[in-house]
């Protein structure tokens, strides 16, 4: 005796049914096997130079990343800071501004966790950080931004001599990074404008920064010059106190003055 029409056997549409969904379910297994997540800090990281640095990266879900090609490059410049495959360092691709500098942990290899650490920090590690990491089946990766700082001198003062109806003070302060700022503050604490401001840099990639304020006899009380990394949050301070309607200036506190 024949089904009806527009009937299907319940039994048969069950077992097809069960086999369509096991078969999905091993096909995301395997895609889910396959698949690597690469998980970066998700904020810049600061740090001194001169210190040592841990750049974070791991593999989520939790992975065993031994077997695998971990490489970490800058990616401004797409060159090599540290390479590993199967269990080895490779230093071929290095650039040699990181020779001797760079270490993969290893501990936390079997967990996925793939920390860079870079030691002896310089101006010029500043930047973005890419952590990649693949074998024959996939690939990921993130993006560690570093931000390296470093806080300079007490700024030194001076007297350059007479300009425009006042005197010229100059205010110099070296060893900072990134490039900082140099205000005047009058007794007040209102900003004065510079007449001049200058910046280098050395061969360790600091900067060294000058300013100039004319004084006039007008100006009496102390003034301030204050170089600020504004990275960090940190200044520098030194200051004259400007006495009498002559515009002469004498120390009012610990730092240098030289009379130019």
């Given amino acids: 005796m024949g089904l009806p029409w527009g009937c299907s056997h319940p039994s048969f549409n069950g077992h097809a049914r069960g086999l369509l969904t096991s078969l999905f379910t091993l096909l995301l297994l ?41 490489r970490w490059i800058r990616d401004d410049l797409s060159k090599t800071v540290h390479h590993y495959r199967n269990g080895e ?55 560690v931004e570093l931000e390296v ?26 060893g900072w990074y990134p490039l900082p700022q140099l205000l ?21 990639g600091l900067f060294e920064i000058e300013g100039a304020v004319i004084v006039t006899g007008s100006m009496e009380g102390p003034l301030s010059c204050v170089v600020k990394n504004s990275r960090l949050q940190q200044e520098r301070e030194s200051s004259l106190h400007i006495a009498g309607k002559n515009g002469t200036a004498r120390v009012r506190c610990s730092w240098p003055l030289r009379l130019s």
């Fill in 184 to 204: 005047w503050r009058d007794a007040r604490g209102q900003h004065l404008p510079s007449v001049s401001q200058t910046h280098s840099q050395d061969q360790e």
């Fill in 89 to 143: 360092d490779l230093y071929g691709e290095q650039m040699e501004a990181y020779a001797g500098r760079t270490e993969l942990a290893r501990d936390g290899l079997s967990a996925g966790i793939l920390v860079l650490q870079i030691m002896g920090l310089r101006p010029s590690d500043d930047g973005q950080y890419v952590c990649t990491v693949g074998d024959a089946d996939a690939y990921d990766e993130a993006i």
């Fill in 149 to 174: 700082s470093a806080t300079g001198a007490d700024p030194h003062l001076s007297l350059g001599g007479y300009e425009a109806g006042g005197v010229r003070v100059l205010c110099r302060s070296a």
């Fill in 30 to 70: 395997q895609l889910g096997s396959a698949q690597l997540r690469v998980v970066g800090p998700g904020h810049p990281l600061t740090a001194t130079v001169g210190q040592d640095v841990v750049l974070p990266c791991h593999l989520s879900p939790q992975r065993d990343a031994r077997s695998l090609e971990v």
